[in-house]
């Protein structure tokens, strides 16, 4: 009889063990189903954030800087980027940015012969639905002895007064998205920002909106 009484005891002590790592196997399986959609659901919305991007008055300032020497030619560029992020809850970043200018100096010129490599521009981080403004002032020497050298064509053509109406400005960067410190790297993304005005600011009429961008995954030259 009470050999009974223990090995009924010793089967209810097993079939508990069993309840108790069933239901632990069953609430880990569930976590783990909630951590791989919560994880789903931000990278789905992180990937489909994009940054808006602007030029400023749709302008390239272009100055002619003070001569140090009598054979001294230079020139100041100045350029504002408007960034927008319209997502609600993710912060974008937009880094590493290079900005190419190309124009047409010549009618008999291609577009793409003529181009000028402004360099970089400031990092962008802009957070949900605010924008920010990212300023840039490149100097840039004419030198002579690059005659041949497509930015040697533009710069030369601007700094004896002309201006380039129609211009492109491309823009180089990657970009990034951050949800809850979750972080995508997208990649290399291009802005195309076309109908650019690039001289001097005064004879781009007061007003002149700002110029959007469109996004581009291409890392070709052309913004066509």
Known sequence: MGGTTAADGGGSRTLFRCIKTARYVVAVTVMV???VVISYAIKMVVRERSLLVKVAGSTVNVQPLPKTSSSDKNLSFSLTIRASNPSGFSKIYYTNITALLIGKINASLPATS????MGPLPDLAVQPRTWMFASTVYH???DKNNEMNSSYNFTSYLYNGYSIRNAVLRLNGTLSTEVYNYHNHSGTVIYCCSSIFVGDGDDNPAGTPDMPC???HITGLSCD
């Open 140 to 142: 840039a020497s004419i």
């Open 214 to 216: 469109r996004e581009q």
């Open 33 to 35: 189903l909630i951590v």
């Open 114 to 117: 003529s181009s000028f490599n």
